[in-house]
């Protein structure tokens, strides 16, 4: 039986070396990232061992997101996983809450929370019992570092209604991952000319989500590189 896929955000970083470890056990694809020579490439690289169907765009815009539910139609309407993992960072570098201009906020949560949300919405019929939801976070959701209040406080948004969807359907597994820092070109825009090769590739995560996808875990949040849950039960 093929299993399938969509992943957001899958041209480069985490979402690539989740797409490519995916790929090597035959998962069948549907991934899309902002930038069309970026996505072309990496979907050239997955196609090599599994069916790929990339579709560029940006989740924050809604003909984007059908074109994606369009997409898992035309594969036979039956999605196994959703992984969000496309999202905006913001003004670079990161400004305060005080300065922080609200049109680029609202950029920020257009891709961050309102995309995946109605992204999950449009794929949730696609999905039976048994099927898996990740969005991918951070410990800036949970944590009021200095200049990080747009992004953050978006994850953030990000985490409630996705703990909540937990709750409402226990019939899927959704679970909120935090991957942890990685050497991303997303972590080195948040940074502009500081050194991060200190940090560990993406490919770091990978374990971890995979032990989420392919196991039991209730729903729930969970640290990638530890898997340790944070709080109890489907609403957490």
């Known amino acids: 039986m093929t299993h399938r896929a969509v992943i957001t955000g899958a041209s480069r970083g985490l979402g690539r070396?989740?797409?490519?470890?995916?790929?090597?056990?035959?998962?069948?694809?549907?991934?899309?990232?902002?930038?069309?020579?970026?996505?072309?490439?990496?979907?050239?690289?997955?196609?090599?061992?599994?069916?790929?169907?990339?579709?560029?765009?940006?989740?924050?815009?809604?003909?984007h997101r059908l074109d994606l539910a369009a997409a898992?139609?035309?594969?036979?309407?039956?999605?196994?996983?959703l992984v969000h993992n496309a999202s905006r960072l913001g003004p670079s570098p990161q400004p305060s809450v005080a300065e922080y201009p609200l049109a680029e906020l609202e950029r920020v949560y257009a891709a961050n929370v309102f995309g995946p949300l109605r992204l999950t919405q449009l794929l949730l019929p696609c999905m039976s019992p048994g099927a898996c939801i990740i969005s991918i976070t951070s410990d800036a959701a949970v944590?009021?570092?200095?200049?990080?209040?747009?992004?953050?406080?978006?994850?953030?948004?990000?985490?409630?209604?996705?703990?909540?969807?937990?709750?409402?359907?226990?019939?899927?597994?959704?679970?909120?991952?935090?991957p942890g820092d990685m050497r991303t070109q997303m972590h080195q825009d948040a940074f502009p000319g500081e050194d991060i090769s200190d940090r560990p590739p993406p490919e770091t995560s990978v374990p971890g989500l995979l032990t989420v996808i392919e196991g039991d875990l209730p729903s729930g949040r969970y640290e990638a590189r530890t898997l340790v849950p944070v709080g109890v039960g489907a609403a957490t």
Not at 157 to 167: D, G, M, S
């Open 17 to 63: 070396a989740l797409a490519r470890a995916l790929a090597t056990t035959g998962w069948e694809l549907v991934v899309d990232a902002r930038g069309e020579h970026e996505l072309h490439v990496a979907a050239a690289e997955l196609g090599q061992t599994t069916a790929v169907h990339a579709v560029t765009g940006d989740v924050a815009d809604d003909a």
């Open 72 to 81: 898992v139609d035309a594969l036979g309407g039956d999605l196994d996983l």
């Open 143 to 178: 944590e009021p570092y200095e200049g990080w209040g747009g992004y953050g406080s978006s994850k953030a948004a990000l985490e409630q209604w996705t703990r909540v969807l937990a709750a409402e359907r226990p019939d899927i597994r959704v679970y909120v991952v935090d």
